[in-house]
Nanobody, 119 residues
């Protein structure tokens, strides 16, 4: 079984920065894409950023130029550097990973970490 553990969320003022981390552990053969989603109360979950095993990335339009997704394959970890944070970035952020194990390919989710940006 595979587990994703997120960290790095917190409270920050508008214009500040946070760095989220998500480490995968367990019976991992390989990891394909990894990504970050977010969901605010009463709103739909949305994809924030995604990165493939080869390093190709894509971003939600509203975070382009402010957020950067990266990964450390040796540590099975994905990061989200968030700069110039805005109040509308406030949400629970969830990481995900498409993991190949002995059970097959599974999209695995973290427990979520709260990001709150004050105005």
């Amino acid at each position: 079984q595979v587990q994703l553990v997120e960290s790095g969320g917190g409270l920050v003022q508008a214009g500040g920065s946070l760095r989220l981390s998500c480490a995968a552990s367990g019976s991992i053969s390989s990891i394909n894409a990894m990504g970050w989603y977010r969901q605010a109360p009463g709103k739909q979950r949305e994809l924030v950023a995604r990165i493939t095993s080869g390093g190709n990335t894509n971003y939600l339009d509203s975070v382009k130029g402010r957020f950067t997704i990266s990964r450390d394959n040796a540590k099975n970890t994905v990061y989200l550097q968030m700069n110039s944070l805005k109040p509308e970035d406030t949400a629970v952020y969830y990481c995900n990973a498409d993991v190949l194990s002995t059970y097959g390919m599974t999209r695995t989710w973290g427990q979520g970490t709260q990001v709150t940006v004050s105005s």
